[in-house]
């Protein structure tokens, strides 16, 4: 099921930014974190995607979804300006961020790019 993610529950299961200047990822599965609004028409696109992707997944990615207009400041630590927007998170290295609406096909492909999971 696709998680919802306020400042506390970040800083403790994603990146602890208050604490960390260099990004270190707190989670034992690659992550997708979705920035959206709930006025946002891509957004409610999206929405139904990432609830399939987090049934075929489970277990092997965790997917996070962050509402810009309540969780400003997460919004602003990561620069978003455009929703929605999706951030890649693998166990190593840094995490990339794709903007937009994507196709489910793109997440898959991503899924095993950027993750290594099928």
Do not use: H, R
């Amino acid at each position: 099921m696709t998680e919802f993610l306020t400042k506390e529950t970040f800083l403790s299961k994603v990146f602890n930014y208050e604490q960390n200047k260099e990004w270190k990822f707190l989670g034992d599965k690659p992550a997708i974190i979705d920035f959206y609004a709930d006025w946002c028409g891509p957004c409610k696109m999206v929405a139904p995607i990432l609830d399939e992707l987090s049934e075929e997944y489970k277990g092997k990615i965790d997917i996070y979804k962050i509402d810009t207009e309540v969780e400003q400041e997460l919004a602003a630590v990561f620069g978003i300006q455009s929703i929605p927007s999706i951030l890649f998170v693998p166990l190593e290295g840094q995490p990339t961020m794709a903007a937009g609406a994507l196709p489910k096909e793109t997440f898959k492909e991503a899924f095993k790019d950027i993750f290594n999971v099928e």
